[in-house]
């Protein structure tokens, strides 16, 4: 009997079946232990020390799939964990079938988004929920996951929750964008600002397309009139400002002259002093030329050479300048 166990004992050292579990020897034979353990084994005089899936004392090296231990829930590669696998797997874990997130060979059970070859998936639990439409956060931003995969083709304003905060936000590549913009969805254009709709904003927004007076935080495509931001005021069409108008208008009962979409407010004159029904003139203060508000040459007077005046047409000529010889004031 003691020779065979000897026999035996040679046999498995040669195969490199004879496990130390623990610090603790397995006999292959006869352990019927089952799970993940770091085992160690001698072929040739060379010990080497690895966690592997065993069955009963032995590794089993056909086995590719989830397995448990004290320390968590790991995935076998041909019996072994080899600490290098990060993927969305598909297995059971916990009794749950499923897609699983992995990382460094073991399940996280957290709540992220993270790949595998199909995508990228919204990952609760450690597990992918196909079920779920909205916006899931991973170290890289926040995304438009649509049955649990991120929709890379996804552009729109959408109702979410976004780093605890409620509302509609901004959302382009699948990504929400924390930018300050005018975007739209199925409702409208809205001013997005820092990624998210401003509901409380009335004023003028920018995006790539122009600058739109949003009221409200919705763009009003009806509204033609004067608006305002930190660089003056401007005349608007159509709710975006035109910086093609040059001309006057009257709003809100004031009365503007508009250069190149710019507005100020005309000089208050009493009717008849300047013989233009008391709008005043433009003054080029290069070409020493003065012109109507709604002359078209108004738009060629660079910004240093502009100006206005409340005077006289003979005022003006004693002063040195000339009437323009398109509008003739």
């Known amino acids: ?10 046999f498995a050292m040669v195969l490199g079946t004879f496990f130390f579990v623990s610090s603790k020897e397995i006999d292959a034979a006869t352990d019927s232990r089952s799970g993940v353990y770091k085992a160690s084994y001698t072929v040739n005089g060379k010990t080497t020390s690895e966690w592997c899936y065993l069955v009963k004392g032995k590794v089993q090296y056909g086995y590719n799939g989830f397995a448990q231990n004290e320390n968590g829930w790991w995935y076998i590669e041909k ?8 993927d969305v797997i598909k297995g059971k874990v916990k009794g749950q079938d499923g897609w699983w997130f992995v990382k460094g060979s073991k399940v996280q059970f957290v709540n992220s988004v993270e790949k595998n070859s199909n995508g990228w998936w919204c990952i ?6 196909f079920n779920f439409n909205g916006l899931a956060k991973n170290s890289n931003g926040w995304w438009y996951c649509k049955g649990g995969k991120v929709d890379f083709n996804k552009k729109d304003v959408i109702k ?5 905060t409620d509302g509609w936000w901004y ?35 920018k995006n790539s397309n122009g600058y739109w007076y949003c009221k409200g935080g919705k763009v009003d495509f009806g509204f033609n009139g004067i608006a305002s931001n930190e660089y003056g005021s401007w005349y608007c069409r159509g709710g975006k400002v ?25 000089a208050t004159i009493s009717t008849g002093s300047t013989g233009n029904g ?44 000339t009437p323009c010889g398109n509008c003739r004031p």
């Not at 009997?1 to 026999?7: E, N, P, S, T, W």
């Not at 019996?79 to 990060?86: A, E, Y």
Request: overall charge positive; hydrophobic content about 30%.
């Open 124 to 129: 609760q639990n450690g597990k992918v929920n």
């Open 278 to 321: 008391g709008e005043g003139y433009v003054l080029n203060t290069n070409t020493m030329r003065f012109h109507y508000p709604s002359c078209r040459s108004c738009s060629e007077i660079s910004k240093k050479n502009y100006s206005t005046s409340n005077k006289t047409r003979d005022e003006l000529i004693k002063a040195g300048f």
């Open 79 to 86: 019996g072994k964990v080899t600490f290098k696998k990060n």
């Open 242 to 266: 035109d910086f093609s108008y040059n001309g006057n208008i009257t709003f809100n009962g004031v009365k503007y002259n508009v250069v190149n979409g710019k507005a100020s407010k005309a």
């Open 160 to 164: 979410g929750t976004v780093n605890g």
């Open 1 to 10: 009997m003691k020779k065979l166990k000897a026999l035996m004992l040679v």
């Open 171 to 205: 959302v382009s590549g699948g990504k929400v964008q924390f930018v300050n913009s005018v975007e739209k969805n199925s409702n409208g254009w809205w001013c997005i600002q820092n990624g998210k709709v401003n509901f409380s904003f009335t004023g003028l927004a």
